[in-house]
């Protein structure tokens, strides 16, 4: 049994706010007088999950490829590890969906790729946070080296932690 301690109003509020239709006609979706006439205090557990959810890499998440392999940009098949989402310096599987005539790789090749630059940000341990304009990666082989010979733009220092020492070696600028 449930004892509710609010006007009814606010509850059936909060009860149609669970649809989509709901949540449109109530500022859920969009900007109206009702939803925003609620105050920070009256949110519920059910407007936390209908937050999005922010990751890094995902699979079908479009990437900029930073290196002179061929490749002008790919996309996320999978990201390794077990996990649903890549940080920076982990190793994905990606497709490539441009390409330039005459380079490394063509489109359609399936290749291994290090994340490089992700656009969320993320904390460092000395406590300031490392956040880019745009996702980036650098295709490899399966043994982890660059496929290219150059890397364009910033990469941060943390793939030394993952063990990417010859991305950082090619790199123009280590942030």
């Not at 061929?70 to 441009?98: F, H, N, P, T, Y």
């Not at 063990?163 to 070696?169: A, C, F, G, N, Q």
């Amino acid at each position: 049994m449930v004892i509710l301690q609010q006007p009814i109003s606010n509850v059936l509020i909060a009860l149609w706010e669970g649809t989509a239709v709901g949540r449109s006609i109530l500022g859920g979706l969009s900007n109206n007088a009702v939803g925003a006439s609620r105050s920070s205090a009256e949110l519920t557990h059910m407007d936390y999950l209908y937050q999005q959810q922010r990751t890094f890499i995902q699979m079908r998440t479009n990437l900029k490829v930073v290196d002179n392999s061929g490749a002008k940009r790919v996309m996320c098949i999978q990201a390794l590890k077990g996990r649903k989402g890549a940080r920076l310096g982990d190793k994905i599987v990606a497709s490539v969906k441009e390409a330039h005539m005459g380079g490394k790789v063509k489109k359609g090749d399936v290749h291994y790729a290090v994340v490089v630059r992700a656009a969320m940000q993320r904390g460092r341990c000395d406590g300031s946070e490392v956040k880019f304009d745009d996702n980036a990666v650098v295709l490899v082989n399966k043994q982890g080296e660059p496929i290219g010979t150059r890397v364009f733009g910033p990469v941060p220092h943390e793939l030394r932690k993952k063990k990417h020492l010859k991305i950082l070696s090619l790199a123009e600028h280590i942030a």
